[in-house]
Nanobody
């Protein structure tokens, strides 16, 4: 089990941008896909975006489409989440984890986690003026 390490969070004003990183040795050559999740205080964890390691296809939940971009750097084994036009409702702790499947079902983002996924400490994103 290789630990995934998230970084790049911070405090940003509404409309601002942040780029999150998820890194681990061998991350981008793993069989599993890599997905970003977030959990706001008092709310359940939700899937945000995913990138398929097989072909680089990307998937996003409706609320972040057009604002967030997920990408990967296969040289540095890092997956990024570029977040633009941030809104207060994006405030949450963001995590990355391995996903068995990522797809769209009836145009809605759907995923299944890999068995026994590792959850790190995450990185806090706060969007506030």
């Amino acid at each position: 089990q290789v630990d995934l390490v998230e970084s790049g969070g911070g405090l940003v004003q509404p409309g601002g941008s942040l780029r999150l990183s998820c890194a681990a040795p061998g991350l981008t050559s793993d069989w599993y896909n890599i997905a970003w999740f977030r959990q706001a205080p008092g709310k359940e964890r939700e899937g945000v975006s995913c990138i398929a390691n097989s072909d680089g296809s990307t998937y996003h939940r409706d609320s972040v489409k057009g604002r967030f971009t997920i990408s990967r750097d296969t040289v540095n084994d890092t997956v990024y989440l570029q977040m633009n036009s941030l809104k207060p409702e994006d405030t949450a702790v963001y995590y990355c984890a391995k996903a068995r499947m990522c797809t769209y079902v009836n145009d809605k983002y759907y995923y299944t986690l890999a068995p026994n996924p590792y959850w790190g400490q995450g990185t806090q994103v706060t969007v506030s003026s």
